[in-house]
């Protein structure tokens, strides 16, 4: 069955940097489409990063140039590196697969993994 399992999430303050991770099991992760998705406390959810199986990313405007999706497909991880954090980057953090085509702007997902916690201060 599928899992995914994130991690690397905790407490920074402003400006620090976070390393999200998440690891995958129980599918094709290199033929797969991965997004990281969050949700803040009353805000809806939103996709803040997803990368393709091809290795195209796509990063929403409020993280651009500070968040960083990649892979690493020998080993099933998914990674969200989070630099120059800011405070209305708290929030759930998720790791989830993306139908494969899925538009950007219109997203199907497939599994969602348990999420972690990302505070900044």
């Known amino acids: 069955h599928v899992q995914l399992v994130e991690s690397g999430g905790g407490s920074a303050e402003a400006g620090e940097s976070l390393r999200l991770s998440c690891t995958a099991s129980g599918f094709t992760f290199d033929e797969s489409d991965m997004g990281w998705y969050r949700q803040a406390p009353g805000k809806q959810c939103e996709l803040v990063s997803m990368i393709r199986s091809d290795g195209a990313t796509t990063h929403a405007d409020s993280v651009k140039g500070r968040f960083t999706i990649s892979k690493d497909s020998t080993k099933n991880i998914a990674f969200l590196q989070m630099n120059n954090l800011k405070l209305e980057d708290t929030a759930l953090y998720y790791c989830?697969?993306?139908?494969?085509?899925?538009?950007?702007?219109?997203?199907?997902?497939?599994?969602w993994g348990q999420g972690t916690q990302v505070t900044v201060s």
């Open positions: 989830a697969t993306v139908v494969g085509g899925s538009s950007w702007y219109n997203p199907t997902v497939g599994y």
